[in-house]
């Protein structure tokens, strides 16, 4: 049986990089870091009120920015 999970997403929108929360646009930020952050923070807090497992996912422009930015340090 398909358990439902709650899924924070995070995603390239133009300059900048949206959280969602089950598909609703809950934040934006301009750092990639702040953005991953951001998510992970809530998605650890929902773990711990939530019955449901929690996921956060990330779009292949995030994945290809990290790998920039690991290249770049």
Known sequence: MNEHA???????????????????????????????????????RETLMSAFPVRVSADIHLHRTLHEIRLAA
């Open 6 to 44: 709650i899924e924070y997403h995070i995603a390239d929108i133009g300059a900048t990089w949206g959280i969602f929360r089950e598909g609703v646009q809950i934040a934006v930020r301009s750092d990639p870091a702040d953005a991953i952050a951001f998510a992970n923070f809530f998605a650890d």
